[in-house]
Nanobody, 121 residues
Framework: QVQLVESGGGLVQAGGSLRLSCAAS????????MGWYRQVPGNQRELVET???????NYADSVKGRFTISRDNARNTVYLQMDILTPEDTAVYYC???????????????WGQGTQVTVSS
């Protein structure tokens, strides 16, 4: 029962910034990676940016240079600093992590409930 709690979504004007946070809780042995996806109604959920425990990142070209992911491994928390937002960034943002609950368990993907980000023109 790994749980992910997101915060920081909201309404912002184009060109503005938001900072999303996501904290994982529950019984967790290790987290391999954490990050963010987003989804617009009718569209496929798409990668925004993820970060592994070793610090390596994976990100979409559409957010390169504008979004920055970071994490606090000790607190099982990941952040997404979003700058120079555009209306095209409007979506529900979902936190995700790939985690192993116990040493003898396999790793699973876990998802938060999502937080709405709306960018006005």
């Amino acid at each position: 029962q790994v749980q992910l709690v997101e915060s920081g979504g909201g309404l912002v004007q184009a060109g503005g910034s938001l900072r999303l946070s996501c904290a994982a809780s529950g019984i967790i042995f290790s987290i391999n990676a954490m990050g963010w996806y987003r989804q617009v109604p009718g569209n496929q959920r798409e990668l925004v940016e993820t970060i592994a425990s070793d610090g390596s990142t994976n990100y979409a070209d559409s957010v390169k240079g504008r979004f920055t992911i970071s994490r606090d491994n000790a607190r099982n928390t990941v952040y997404l600093q979003m700058d120079i937002l555009t209306p095209e960034d409007t979506a529900v943002y979902y936190c995700t992590c790939n985690a192993r609950k116990l040493r003898i368990s396999r790793a699973y993907d876990y998802w938060g409930q999502g937080t709405q980000v709306t960018v006005s023109s």
